[in-house]
């Protein structure tokens, strides 16, 4: 069974940072093509960012700079550090994992999900 855990929600102050991780198990995680995705209240679901193992990261244009994912392959787990936080950036984030190409992740659902975990920006 796939299972996505994400950890490390929470509400911090503009310009703070936090650090989101979530631990993935049920598969060969290394073959995955990682990402978060977020939705704001009252928004549709947003991109956020993805990696895949040995290339380069991708990201929506709105937290390029400010977020950076990455990827533990020996313990099964990715990442997702941010930055200059900004009230925009209050949303619950979703840990996902897809078989895809990278590049379709934007336009494709990936086939798993977390259960979310809230991060709040307050000025």
């Known amino acids: 069974e796939v299972q996505l855990q994400a950890f490390g929600g929470g509400v911090v102050q503009t310009g703070e940072s936090l650090k989101l991780s979530c631990v993935v198990s049920?598969?060969?995680?290394?073959?995955?093509?990682m990402g978060w995705f977020r939705q704001a209240p009252g928004k549709e679901r947003e991109f956020v960012a993805a990696?895949?193992?040995?290339?380069?990261?991708l990201y929506a244009d709105s937290v390029k700079g400010r977020f950076t994912i990455s990827r533990d392959n020996n313990a099964n787990t990715v990442y997702l550090e941010m930055n200059s936080l900004m009230s925009e950036d209050t949303a619950v984030y979703y840990c996902?994992?897809?078989?895809?190409?990278?590049?379709?992740?934007?336009?494709?659902?990936?086939?798993?999900w977390g259960q979310g975990t809230q991060v709040t920006v307050s000025s």
């Open positions: 996902t994992s897809s078989f895809r190409p990278i590049t379709t992740i934007e336009s494709n659902p990936p086939e798993y």
């Open positions: 990696a895949r193992s040995g290339g380069d990261p």
């Open positions: 049920g598969y060969t995680f290394s073959m995955h093509v």
